[in-house]
C-alpha cells in the first residue's frame, strides 16, 4: 500500500509561481509512475502532467505544456510539480497519484494510489 500526500498548494497572485511536492510512505515510489491531475469546483479531475518510473520521460496536458513541469527525486521518495505563470483558471485542487505500471499513464483509471490532494487558488 502506497500512501501519497501532497503539499505546496495556497493562493498565488496571478503570474506567480508553485511548487507542489507529493511524498509517498508506505512503498518506494521508484517501481512507479506518477502523475498530476486536478480539478476545479464542478468540473472532472483532469491530466496535468506524468513522469515514468526513472524520469525520463514525461507527457503534458497540450494547453500546459511550458508552464508546468513534472520531476521526481526517487532517492527522497517524493514527486514535484512546477507552476510558472500561474493563470486564474489553474485554480483547482491538485492530486498526486501512482500508478503500478511504470511506464507513464494520462488516464485517471490507470492510477491506483492518490493523494488527497492540495489546493490552488490563483487570483487576478
Known amino acids: 500500500q502506497v500512501q501519497l500526500v501532497e503539499s505546496g498548494g495556497g493562493l498565488v497572485q496571478a503570474g506567480g509561481s508553485l511548487r507542489l511536492s507529493c511524498a509517498a510512505s508506505?512503498?518506494?515510489?521508484?517501481?512507479?509512475?506518477m502523475g498530476w491531475f486536478r480539478q476545479a469546483p464542478g468540473k472532472g479531475r483532469e491530466f496535468v502532467a506524468a513522469?515514468?518510473?526513472?524520469?525520463?520521460?514525461?507527457a503534458y496536458t497540450d494547453s500546459l505544456k511550458g508552464r508546468f513541469t513534472i520531476s521526481r527525486d526517487n532517492a527522497k521518495n517524493t514527486v514535484y510539480l512546477q507552476i510558472n505563470s500561474l493563470k486564474p483558471e489553474d485554480t483547482a485542487v491538485y492530486y498526486c497519484?501512482?500508478?503500478?505500471?511504470?511506464?507513464?499513464?494520462?488516464?485517471?483509471?490507470?492510477?491506483?494510489?492518490w493523494g488527497q490532494g492540495t489546493q490552488v487558488t490563483v487570483s487576478s
Open positions: 513522469i515514468g518510473w526513472s524520469g525520463t520521460n514525461t
Open positions: 508506505g512503498h518506494t515510489l521508484s517501481s512507479y509512475a
Open positions: 497519484a501512482a500508478s503500478l505500471q511504470r511506464l507513464l499513464r494520462i488516464r485517471v483509471s490507470e492510477y491506483d494510489y
